[in-house]
C-alpha cells in the first residue's frame, strides 16, 4: 500500500526537478528526508499496533491531541490524498494520449474512475492483491532500471567514447554542491512530497490480519525500500548523465532505456508510468476513504460515510471520492496551470502537516503511556524521545522553507488558509460526539485475531 502511494509520478517525473535544484547533493536530501519519514512511520507504528483502527492516524490525533486536531488531521489528509489522485487521473489521460492521439483525454479518465471505484468497492482482500501485482509491476521496472544503469556505468553501453560515466561525471559539473547549501535546502520541498502517501500503510491496520505482525514489517522495510529505489536509481542517472542533463531530453528514466539500445523504450516506459499511476490512484482513494470512515465514526463526517457494504467496504466513501475525482478532471481541463499549482501546494502543505500530527500525537502518548503506567509498546519507536523531536524539528523546518523559497511560498498561504476553514467549519458543522476525544480499544499485550473472527 504505501509502495503503491509513494513511488508515482514523484520519481518518475518529478525527481527530475529535485537534481536540478540541487544536483548531486539531491541525494544527500532523499537521505535526509528518507530517515525523517522512517522515524514517522515508525511513530505511526507503534500507535497502529497499540490501536489498530480504521482511520488511523486521524483517531490517534483525536485521542491524544483532542478532538479538533483529529478533525484537522483526517479532513487533510483525505484532501491531500483527493488532490494527489485527481493528478493521477489527469496523468493517466495523458499517458494514455501517448498511444491513442485522437481519444479524447476525458474518456480514458472516466474509464479508469469507475474502474477503480468498482476495485475499491470488492473485498479488501481483491483489493489488496491488485495493489500489490501494480506495484510489483512499478518496483521490478525500478530494479531494472538500477541494472540497466550499472551495465551502462561498467560497460559503457550506447554511449559516446569519450565519456567517462562513474563518480567523474557525478561529480563533473560543479562537484557535489553544484548549485551551493541553498539548492540542497530548495530540493526539499520537492524530495518530501515524492515521500508523500507513505503514511497509508497505518490505515491498512484496522483491516489487516493480524496486524501486530503485518504493520512493523510493512513499516520496517517499506521506507528503507524507498529510500533505495531514490538514491540508487538517481545515484546510477548521475553517474551516466551530468546532473545538468538529466531530464532536458524528456524523462530521466527514457534515457537510460534509450542509452542500452532497447527497442520502443518510450512506450515500455509509458506502460509503466500508466502502472504506477493506476497503482497511486487505488491507494490515494482507499486511503482517503477509510480516514473519511474513521471520521465518520468520530462525528467529524457525515454519518452516511459509516455504510459498510456487505463486502466490508464503506462504499459512500469511495463514492465520494470518485465524484470528487470527476470533478477535478473537469477542474483541471478549465483551470489555468497556475490554479493547478496552487492545488499542487497544498498537497505538498498537506503532507507534512500530516506528518507532524502523526509525531505530535505519538509524543503525546508516549506521555500517556508513562504517566498512568500502562503495558509497554510491542513495537516502539526507536532512539525514543531524541529521535522523534529531531524528525519534528525537521518537519517544522521544511514548513518554513516553504515561505521563505519564492516557487514554493504559496502552498504555506494556502495551507493556512486550508487550516483556518476547517477551524470554521469544525465550530459550524461538528455537533455532540464530534467535540468528544476518540475512544480507542488497547490491543497491548492481546493476542492478534485474524479480520474475518470480528
Known sequence: ???????????????????????????????????????????????????????????????????????????????????????????????????????????????????????????????????????????????????????????????????NPGFGTLLAAGGFFPNGFWGLLASFSIVMFAFGGIETIGITAGEAQNPKDVVPKAINTVPIRILLFYVCTLGILMMIYPWNQVGTEGSPFVQIFDSLGIPAAAHIL?????????????????????????????????????????????????????????????????????????????????????????????ISMKRTVKREGLLASEFPSPWWPAASYVALAFMGFVIVLLGIIPDTRIALIVGAVWIAFLFVAYKVWVRGKGHERAELIDETGRESVPAEAH
Open 1 to 163: 500500500m504505501a509502495l503503491g502511494s509513494a513511488i508515482g509520478t514523484g520519481l518518475f517525473y518529478g525527481s527530475a526537478s529535485a537534481i536540478q535544484a540541487a544536483g548531486p547533493a539531491v541525494l544527500l536530501a532523499y537521505m535526509v528526508g528518507g530517515a525523517a519519514v522512517f522515524m514517522v512511520m515508525r511513530a505511526l507504528g507503534e500507535m497502529a499496533v497499540r490501536h489498530p483502527v480504521s482511520g488511523s492516524f486521524g483517531q490517534y490525533a483525536s485521542k491524544y491531541l483532542g478532538p479538533f486536531a483529529g478533525f484537522i488531521t483526517g479532513w487533510t489528509f483525505a484532501f491531500e490524498m483527493a488532490i494527489v489522485a485527481i493528478a493521477d487521473v489527469t496523468a493517466f489521460g495523458i499517458y494514455m494520449g501517448f498511444w491513442f492521439p485522437d481519444v479524447p483525454r476525458w474518456i480514458w479518465i472516466l474509464a479508469v474512475v469507475f474502474f477503480i471505484a468498482a476495485l475499491n468497492l470488492m473485498k479488501v482482500k481483491v483489493f489488496g492483491e491488485t495493489e500489490f501485482w501494480l506495484s510489483l509491476i512499478k518496483v521490478s521496472a525500478i530494479i531494472a532500471m538500477i541494472l540497466g544503469g550499472v551495465l551502462i556505468v561498467l560497460f559503457g553501453f550506447g554511449l559516446p567514447a569519450e565519456a
Open 270 to 362: 509509458n506502460a509503466v508510468v500508466i502502472t504506477a499511476a493506476i497503482s497511486a490512484i487505488n491507494s490515494d482513494i482507499f486511503g482517503a476513504g477509510r480516514m473519511m470512515f474513521g471520521l465518520a465514526q468520530q462525528g467529524h463526517a457525515p454519518a452516511s460515510f459509516s455504510k459498510i457494504s456487505r463486502h466490508g467496504v464503506p462504499w459512500m466513501t469511495v463514492l465520494t471520492m470518485g465524484i470528487v475525482l470527476l470533478a477535478g478532471v473537469v477542474l483541471n481541463a478549465v483551470l489555468p496551470e497556475s490554479l493547478f499549482l496552487i492545488i499542487a501546494s497544498i498537497a505538498t502543505f498537506a503532507t507534512v502537516w500530516v506528518w507532524v500530527m502523526i509525531l505530535l500525537s505519538h
